[in-house]
């Protein structure tokens, strides 16, 4: 069974930063391509970042380009999304999920989230 436990939201100010990080279990993490995609409230999911499986390939959405770093941990099964200068607009909760190839966009498989809130 796929599990994937996001953790490290939370309330930061303005221009700060938060890394989030998710467990993945019941698959072999290393052969699959992972994204994160968030949603605000009233509003549907939205794409933020992908990594291939190697870790040699990643995208951004514009929104997150040059503020966002995604990255994972093949030997600890672990993906993450370093994000610094943080505005209002981040606010959502965030999920990471599982594709079933790097230019997929079915996020049916993802974990239930983490709340990240961005405020003075």
């Known amino acids: 069974e796929v599990q994937l436990v996001e953790s490290g939201g939370g309330l930061v100010q303005p221009g700060g930063s938060l890394r989030l990080s998710c467990a993945a279990s019941g698959f072999t993490f290393r052969y699959y391509a992972m994204s994160w995609v968030r949603q605000a409230p009233g509003k549907g999911l939205e794409w933020v970042s992908v990594?291939?499986?190697?870790?040699?390939?990643?995208r951004y959405a514009d929104s997150v380009k040059g503020r966002f770093t995604i990255s994972r941990d093949n030997a600890k099964n672990t993906l993450y999304l370093q994000m610094n200068s943080l505005k209002p607009d981040d606010t959502a909760v965030y999920y990471c999920a599982k594709l079933g190839t790097y230019y997929s966009e079915d996020y049916r498989e993802r974990g239930q989230g983490t709340q990240v809130t961005v405020s003075s």
């Open positions: 990594i291939n499986g190697g870790a040699g390939s990643r």
